[in-house]
Nanobody
C-alpha cells in the first residue's frame, strides 16, 4: 500500500524558510514520480515541484522557481521541499503526491493517484 506522510509545515515570517518532508512507503522511487502541490483557501490546486529518478530531472512552478528546491533521499524514502524567501502568497496547505509514471512533464495537469494528508504553511507579512 502506498502511503505518503507530510511534515514540516508551520508559521513563518515573510523572508523565512521551511523544509517540508514527505515520507513515502509502499513503492520504489525508481518507478514513481513525486510531486508537491499546494492549495490556498478559495483557490485551485497548484503544482509546486516534481522529481523523477527515472527521468533525472526536476520541475518547478513559475511562482516558486529560484526559491524552492526539491530533493530526495532514497535511503530514507523521503522527498524534501526546501522553501526559502517565503512570501505571504505561499500560504497554503502543501501536499505530496506519487504516481507510477516516467518523468514529470505536465505534472501539474495530470492525474495523481496517491496523496498525503497535507501540511499547513502560513507565511505572515
Amino acid at each position: 500500500e502506498v502511503q505518503l506522510v507530510e511534515s514540516g509545515g508551520g508559521l513563518v515570517q515573510a523572508g523565512g524558510s521551511l523544509r517540508l518532508s514527505c515520507a513515502a512507503s509502499g513503492f520504489s522511487f525508481d518507478d514513481y514520480a513525486i510531486a508537491w502541490f499546494r492549495q490556498a483557501p478559495g483557490k485551485g490546486r497548484e503544482g509546486v515541484s516534481c522529481t523523477s529518478i527515472s527521468e533525472g530531472n526536476t520541475y518547478y512552478g513559475v511562482s516558486v522557481k529560484g526559491r524552492f528546491t526539491i530533493s530526495s533521499d532514497n535511503a530514507k524514502n523521503t522527498v524534501y521541499l526546501q522553501m526559502n524567501s517565503l512570501k505571504p502568497e505561499d500560504t497554503a496547505v502543501y501536499y505530496c503526491a506519487a504516481e507510477r509514471r516516467y518523468g514529470c512533464s505536465n505534472y501539474e495537469f495530470d492525474y495523481w493517484r496517491h496523496w498525503g494528508q497535507g501540511t499547513q504553511v502560513t507565511v505572515s507579512s
